[in-house]
């Protein structure tokens, strides 16, 4: 105990002597997983049958979580999720299980929910209480000014910057950089990505050590555990609980949510609605959230009556916008092992932003971290994964429903990766300037052979193209080793599907709330955004709410 504390201090000590241009407000204690929340989690089974809440949270994900919390803090409120806890599925819990989980063979339970795109990109999202956040690398990093000017509504900044410090109090810390994330930062700088930025949660040009969800311990401390900010007496989750359909009511003049369908583990419906001025709040991610609008009757007309679905509610653009960053990437194979390592390192410049893993070997590949599902392939040592993603992107492409009636099989969706020549050109600079890091002196050491250029390194999988100038041979790779960043968004758009207070247009008392209305993906990597915009979106309703005047509390 008094070790570990001393090494925290000495650790804290560096930190202020090598970074010293940090942002410091408070990070997070490295502490225990805490599990808290679980005195108000309940299995669906063992929920009635109708009850009545003043909100209603679908989705307990990477945004779920934090609004459901903040808006008990006066209010009653639901939140249901359709995975299990996070306890049940402990490789959710240690950065060692990250591969693990997306190895694990989908049976409809397990955390990481597989999906194909209609190109035939391997993907997943979470299904497990924190969602998405419990699947992920953990890199924390804020949004980029542009993300809001172009989001297409006005922002509060200084309630943004309150609800990121909320997270970050929370569940962010900084990180204690791995040899190889640091020795990748060195071959950034070199390579031309300045200035060295430090320890910085902001979006800069530049190479920075960012947050991460992961403790020096390696535990994830994800969404779920914003759930202990939340007042308990208020607070109740629902695991094992899929919602179906959305409850409408309306007359003449106006069309309103009540409620939501939802059912448990044995099948069995259930229904909660809300009372008086309360509301819906859809934060079941950017699949999620579109496909129940869609399966609700909420979505293009034309689209709705084709499946036979009775329209409720004409807007076009549900589904619409659908974007996926693709992942440009190299692995190679050291000759000699490497410690495993999340991304803690991330290279910033106005076209392009890369990162690094280590990884494990491993013997059955982890769904969608290659691109094709198709591949069975095995890598017997540890390797160090360089990734890149561009801002955006400016393709896109749409979802549609499988099934017009079960919400349990999963919608099509389809990005059009590369679509937009700007993608391509793009993904061009990004992957030429892995080229130059490769070349770098800090990277020499991890090649097996003394050759020239990037000769000598042992790539697994496609080499990177040797020839710097060649811009074709660069446009094939990119467009060969199309995989998924996992940072998949759109289908309900702010300042199209819904309003600058992520209303619903059209629709009384329903909200989105997730990352299905943005239109690009902010900063390096979206989860420190989606966080924010869980905790901002539940401030901006308690203030609506205790300013209201005709409401009835
Ligand atoms: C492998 C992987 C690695 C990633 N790495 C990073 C990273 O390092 N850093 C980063 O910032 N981002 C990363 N991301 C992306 C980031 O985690 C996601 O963009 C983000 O978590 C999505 O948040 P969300 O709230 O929109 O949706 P989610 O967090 O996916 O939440 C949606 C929730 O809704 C539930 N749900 C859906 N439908 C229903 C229904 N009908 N009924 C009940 N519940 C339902 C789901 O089970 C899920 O829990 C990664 C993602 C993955 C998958
Ligand atoms: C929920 O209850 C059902 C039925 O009793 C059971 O099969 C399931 O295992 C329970 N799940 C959890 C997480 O307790
Ligand atoms: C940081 O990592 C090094 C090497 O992995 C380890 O020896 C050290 O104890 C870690 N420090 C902290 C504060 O976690
Ligand atoms: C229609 O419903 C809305 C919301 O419930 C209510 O405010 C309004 O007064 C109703 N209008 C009529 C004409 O009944
Ligand atoms: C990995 O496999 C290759 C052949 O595929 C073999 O030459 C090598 O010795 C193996 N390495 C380890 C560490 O097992
Ligand atoms: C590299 O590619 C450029 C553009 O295609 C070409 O002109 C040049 O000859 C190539 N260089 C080598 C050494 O192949
Ligand atoms: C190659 O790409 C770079 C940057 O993407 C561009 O500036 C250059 O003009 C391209 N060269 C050719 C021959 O297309
Ligand atoms: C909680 O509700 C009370 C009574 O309506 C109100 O005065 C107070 O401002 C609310 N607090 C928050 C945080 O919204």
Same mark, same amino acid.
Not at 185 to 208: S, V
Not at 257 to 280: L, M, T
Not at 496 to 505: A, C, E, M, P, S
Not at 507 to 531: E, Y
């Given at each position: 105990m008094e070790k570990s504390r001393n090494s925290v201090i000495l650790f804290l000590f560096y930190l202020s002597v090598f970074y010293p241009q940090t942002d410091v407000h408070s990070f997070a204690t490295p502490s225990d997983h805490d599990f808290s929340y679980m005195k108000f989690v309940y299995n669906a089974t063992d929920l009635p049958s109708e009850e009545v809440y003043d909100y209603i949270v679908v989705g307990g994900g990477t945004a779920g979580c934090p609004l459901a919390a903040t808006l008990s803090v006066n209010y009653s409120v639901l939140l249901l999720e359709k995975g299990s806890v996070p306890s049940a599925y402990?490789?959710? %819990?240690?950065?060692?299980?990250i591969l693990t989980t997306l190895t694990l063979e989908d049976n409809g339970k397990t955390p990481a929910e597989r999906f194909t795109s209609e190109e035939g990109v391997a993907n997943v999202r979470g299904r497990v209480l924190g969602g998405s956040s419990m699947l992920n690398i953990g890199v924390y990093s804020r949004a980029e000014k542009e993300f809001y000017a172009e989001s297409g509504i006005e922002w509060d900044m200084d309630l943004v910057k309150r609800a990121y410090e909320w997270i970050e109090n929370s569940i962010v810390f900084l990180p204690n950089v791995s040899r190889w994330n640091s020795v990748v930062k060195q071959g950034l700088l070199e390579a031309g990505i300045g200035p060295n930025n430090g320890f910085n949660l902001n979006h800069i040009p530049g190479t920075k050590v960012t947050g991460s969800i992961f403790d020096n311990e390696g535990r994830r401390h994800g $969404? $779920?555990? %914003? %759930?202990?900010? $939340?007042?308990p007496e208020n607070m109740r989750v629902a695991v094992h609980a899929t919602v179906e359909r959305i409850i409408f009511s309306s007359n003449a003049s106006s069309l309103s949510a009540r409620g939501i369908v939802y059912s448990d583990s044995h099948g069995k419906s259930h229904k909660a609605f809300v009372r008086g001025n309360g509301e819906v709040i859809l934060s079941a991610g950017a699949i999620g959230s579109p496909q129940l609008l869609l399966l609700s009757g909420v979505g293009p007309k034309s689209y709705l009556s084709s499946v036979k679905i009775p329209v409720v509610h004409h807007e076009p653009n549900i589904g619409q916008f659908m974007r996926d960053n693709p992942r440009y990437y190299i692995t190679i194979l050291p000759p000699s092992p490497l410690v495993p390592s999340g991304g803690q390192t991330v290279g910033i410049t106005r076209d392009f932003y890369i990162e690094t893993l280590a990884g494990p070997p491993f013997s059955s590949t982890p769904f969608s971290l290659f691109p094709h599902p198709s591949i069975r392939i095995k890598i017997n040592s540890t390797f160090g994964h360089i990734v890149g993603k561009f801002p955006g992107p400016s393709s896109y492409g749409s979802l549609t429903l499988q099934s017009s009636s079960d919400v349990k099989v999963g919608p099509n969706v389809r990005f059009n990766y590369y679509a937009h020549p700007l993608d391509l050109a793009r993904c061009v600079s990004g992957t030429r300037k892995i080229g130059d890091l490769l070349r770098t002196n800090s990277l *020499?050491?991890? *090649? /097996?052979q003394d050759l020239p250029g990037v000769e000598g390194f042992n790539f697994f999988g496609l080499p990177l193209p040797m020839n710097q100038t060649d811009n074709a041979s660069f446009e094939k790779f990119c467009r060969e080793t /199309? $995989?998924?960043?996992?940072h998949y968004h759109g289908g309900c758009l702010m300042g199209k599907v819904v309003d600058g207070d992520l209303r619903v247009r059209g629709i009384n008392t329903l909200r989105v709330v997730d990352g299905s209305t943005f239109n690009l993906s902010p900063g390096t990597n979206p989860q420190a955004t989606l966080m924010m915009l869980g905790r901002y979106a539940g401030l901006k309703m308690l203030k609506e709410r205790s300013t209201c005047k005709g409401c009835s509390s």
């Amino acid at each position: 105990m008094e070790k570990s504390r001393n090494s925290v201090i000495l650790f804290l000590f560096y930190l202020s002597v090598f970074y010293p241009q940090t942002d410091v407000h408070s990070f997070a204690t490295p502490s225990d997983h805490d599990f808290s929340y679980m005195k108000f989690v309940y299995n669906a089974t063992d929920l009635p049958s109708e009850e009545v809440y003043d909100y209603i949270v679908v989705g307990g994900g990477t945004a779920g979580c934090p609004l459901a919390a903040t808006l008990s803090v006066n209010y009653s409120v639901l939140l249901l999720e359709k995975g299990s806890v996070p306890s049940a599925y402990p490789s959710v %819990l240690h950065h060692d299980g990250i591969l693990t989980t997306l190895t694990l063979e989908d049976n409809g339970k397990t955390p990481a929910e597989r999906f194909t795109s209609e190109e035939g990109v391997a993907n997943v999202r979470g299904r497990v209480l924190g969602g998405s956040s419990m699947l992920n690398i953990g890199v924390y990093s804020r949004a980029e000014k542009e993300f809001y000017a172009e989001s297409g509504i006005e922002w509060d900044m200084d309630l943004v910057k309150r609800a990121y410090e909320w997270i970050e109090n929370s569940i962010v810390f900084l990180p204690n950089v791995s040899r190889w994330n640091s020795v990748v930062k060195q071959g950034l700088l070199e390579a031309g990505i300045g200035p060295n930025n430090g320890f910085n949660l902001n979006h800069i040009p530049g190479t920075k050590v960012t947050g991460s969800i992961f403790d020096n311990e390696g535990r994830r401390h994800g $969404a $779920a555990e %914003l %759930l202990n900010r $939340a007042d308990p007496e208020n607070m109740r989750v629902a695991v094992h609980a899929t919602v179906e359909r959305i409850i409408f009511s309306s007359n003449a003049s106006s069309l309103s949510a009540r409620g939501i369908v939802y059912s448990d583990s044995h099948g069995k419906s259930h229904k909660a609605f809300v009372r008086g001025n309360g509301e819906v709040i859809l934060s079941a991610g950017a699949i999620g959230s579109p496909q129940l609008l869609l399966l609700s009757g909420v979505g293009p007309k034309s689209y709705l009556s084709s499946v036979k679905i009775p329209v409720v509610h004409h807007e076009p653009n549900i589904g619409q916008f659908m974007r996926d960053n693709p992942r440009y990437y190299i692995t190679i194979l050291p000759p000699s092992p490497l410690v495993p390592s999340g991304g803690q390192t991330v290279g910033i410049t106005r076209d392009f932003y890369i990162e690094t893993l280590a990884g494990p070997p491993f013997s059955s590949t982890p769904f969608s971290l290659f691109p094709h599902p198709s591949i069975r392939i095995k890598i017997n040592s540890t390797f160090g994964h360089i990734v890149g993603k561009f801002p955006g992107p400016s393709s896109y492409g749409s979802l549609t429903l499988q099934s017009s009636s079960d919400v349990k099989v999963g919608p099509n969706v389809r990005f059009n990766y590369y679509a937009h020549p700007l993608d391509l050109a793009r993904c061009v600079s990004g992957t030429r300037k892995i080229g130059d890091l490769l070349r770098t002196n800090s990277l *020499k050491p991890f *090649k /097996t052979q003394d050759l020239p250029g990037v000769e000598g390194f042992n790539f697994f999988g496609l080499p990177l193209p040797m020839n710097q100038t060649d811009n074709a041979s660069f446009e094939k790779f990119c467009r060969e080793t /199309t $995989a998924t960043f996992w940072h998949y968004h759109g289908g309900c758009l702010m300042g199209k599907v819904v309003d600058g207070d992520l209303r619903v247009r059209g629709i009384n008392t329903l909200r989105v709330v997730d990352g299905s209305t943005f239109n690009l993906s902010p900063g390096t990597n979206p989860q420190a955004t989606l966080m924010m915009l869980g905790r901002y979106a539940g401030l901006k309703m308690l203030k609506e709410r205790s300013t209201c005047k005709g409401c009835s509390s």
